[in-house]
């Protein structure tokens, strides 16, 4: 039996749910979905496209009540076909670049950046 990465889902918490969205979907040009909770009101999501059948994980920007954003210990890591491409629109999306791209070696290249709501995130690409 094939082994599988070990994660399957992510959240990223957020302060502002709209404007958090906006950053993600300037960045990677997709757009977000509402989710919602039927038995919980106070928790609002949107969720990253993608496909809970296929090879991956899937997440969503979540604001919930007596979870702050930022300062957390995790990095999720986008993939991308030439990281350099979303981290050139970072900026101009409210957010910040922490480390420009650089060679992880036969591993590929990286970028660290920060949204708009203190969360540090990074890219990896091959290219």
């Keep these: 039996m094939k082994k599988q990465n070990p994660v399957v889902w ?3 918490y957020v302060e502002e749910i709209e404007r958090a969205a906006k950053f993600y979907e300037k960045v990677f040009g997709f ?4 989710m919602t909770d039927p038995s919980d009101q106070s928790v609002v999501m949107k969720g990253f496209p993608g496909d809970m ?5 899937v997440g969503a920007l979540v604001k919930m009540d007596g979870v702050k954003a930022g ?3 995790t990095i999720v890591y986008f993939g991308c076909e030439d990281c350099a491409v979303e981290e050139s629109r970072v900026v101009a999306s409210g957010g910040q670049v922490h480390q420009a791209k650089m060679s992880i070696g036969e591993h590929g290249f ?7 709501e203190g969360n540090t995130i990074g890219l990896h690409s091959m290219k």
């Design 10 to 12: 992510f959240e990223i």
């Design 31 to 34: 757009q977000m979905e509402d």
């Design 71 to 73: 300062g957390n210990s």
């Design 53 to 57: 059948e296929s090879y991956g994980a």
């Design 110 to 116: 990286i970028s660290l950046l920060v949204d708009t």
